[in-house]
């Protein structure tokens, strides 16, 4: 396997997580007696460049398709952090109802939607058609396409579309050919336009021992580092960067053509946090390949210490659930080898999940009444990121002596 960044031959593994099902294959009742498809889930580390990626075992519109499960809009922290980005953009650039927002990977609109309230001009980019309704039914133009070199030339030389704001939360990892999405959107920013992207931060993963959080569906595990060397190969500037807590720890950059037209006095300057925080990784020795290695044991103590608690439960005659039918959930029920033996069910709102299976587990997907009817001793916060909103909402379990586990970094029961 090449980079799929510097095309150098990649011989360095970051970590193994041997082999699972696509983490957003969720099972009908009728699938549970057929065959699974499983794929490698081997992530290499680059020597060259310090991307750490997986290959494409499977394909990206194999993953993106009309069953995609995953709504945005069903997690209200992340539609408060969608409310505050819009807020946030329009104070610090000035965006109007002349300006023209397109986001990539919209979803359901569960962004774009704040930016229409205010009257701003907008289009979504989304590859899996059944989100891509939902955007459409709240007045939301949506091209239902992966996006890349091909879709960005056509809209911008065909339709004479380009954005003054050009957004992506949680994309960037997700595209297989990540220098044909960068030279894309370079393509389809307007001459003083602006980017931002929204990724999880390497450094977290690798800090925090978020190794859940590596799944099919994510190609790439970025630094900063990475990044600012993928954007400046097709001409793009990073001018700012904040560190923000969305899933676990995540980076918002800020790019822009390296040369905005002519007229260098429309250039915005370069922030100091951008040198900050490439010091910043230096320090923690991102630059070197040494900070690779070491995290196959991390994960293995997670496994070992969640695996011997449910078994300990198990012979006490207590029932543990789950709570949310994350991917990251799935990753890690499936590399710790767990089954609808220990966990006996998991609990999501997102009715597109509810009443099917966890691939390769075969726990079941219920709704939140089922949680109340059976009372388990033990609900385990599968998306810990949202930890702090899914305890508050599920505070009642105290009433019956219930009680949560959280399994990443390291197992908490509170």
Known sequence: MQCRFCNTELEHIFIDLVNSPASNSFLTKEQLNEPESFYPLKVYTCHNCFLVQVDEYKKSDAIFNSDYVYFSSYSSSWLQHAKKYTELMIEKFGFNEQSQVIEIAS?????????????????????????????????????????????????????????????????????????????????????????TMEFPHLMQLVDNNQFDTIYHEHFSYLSFHTVKQVFESERLEIFDVEEIPTHGGSLRIYARHEYVGHDKSKKLPVSSNVEVLL??????????????????????????????????????????????????????????????????????????????????????VVNEDHLKATKPDYVMILPWNLKDEITAQLSYIRQWGGQFVIPVPTLQVI
């Open 279 to 364: 010091n910043k990784e230096k320090g923690k020795g991102m630059m070197e390949l040494a900070y690779y290695t070491g995290f196959q044991q991390k994960a293995l103590e997670v496994k070992l210490d969640l695996v011997s608690f449910l078994i300990e439960q198990k012979r006490k005659g207590k029932k543990v659930a789950a709570y949310g039918a994350a991917a990251k959930g799935n990753t890690l029920l499936n590399y710790c080898g767990i089954k609808n033996d220990l966990v006996e069910f998991v609990v999501d709102a997102n009715p597109n999940k509810q009443d099917k299976w966890l691939p390769a587990s075969h726990i079941p």
């Open 107 to 195: 979803n359901d609109g569960y962004l774009l939607q704040y930016f229409k309230e205010k009257n701003i001009p907008v289009m979504g980019i989304e590859p899996t058609a059944n989100t891509a309704e939902v955007a459409t039914g709240k007045g939301i133009k949506t091209i239902v396409e992966f996006f890349g070199v091909e879709l960005a030339d056509r809209l911008a030389n065909h339709w004479e579309v380009k954005a003054d704001l050009l957004l992506g939360n949680n994309v960037l990892a997700h595209v297989p050919d990540i220098v044909d999405f960068v030279a894309g959107m370079r393509i389809i920013l307007a001459n003083n336009g602006v980017i």
